[in-house]
């Protein structure tokens, strides 16, 4: 069984940068894909950004390309999202997921605020 604990939200200024930090316990991280999804109020769940075990593979949402970047150090079991260049439409509750598909497995973590505002 994995935990996933998000650290790392709270208020920024348009323009301005967070890193939200994804710690992993209970099982290596190394054996997931790992992904970050957002939730602003009153809009569904949105894929962000995602990688795969390796990490060698990486894909973000259109809304995040050039501004955002997904890494992971599996020697902390730790998965990052260095935030860069926020605007307010990036408020939100951000969740981290790690998943398998042999065998299938899919975790989520409680979520940061991350909040956008001047």
């Known amino acids: 069984q994995l935990q996933l604990v998000e650290s790392g939200g709270g208020l920024v200024q348009p323009g301005g940068s967070l890193r939200l930090s994804c710690a992993a316990a209970?099982?290596?991280?190394?054996?997931?894909?790992v992904a970050w999804f957002r939730q602003a109020p009153g809009k569904e769940r949105e894929g962000v950004s995602c990688?795969?075990?390796?990490?060698?593979?990486?894909n973000y949402a259109d809304s995040v390309k050039g501004r955002f970047t997904i890494s992971r150090d599996n020697a902390k079991n730790t998965v990052y999202l260095q935030m860069n260049s926020l605007k307010p439409e990036d408020t939100a509750v951000y969740y981290c997921n790690a998943n398998s598909a042999y065998p299938w497995a899919n975790y989520w973590g409680q979520g940061t605020q991350v909040t956008v505002s001047s």
């Open positions: 990688a795969t075990t390796r990490s060698d593979v990486t």
């Open positions: 209970g099982s290596s991280l190394d054996r997931y894909a």
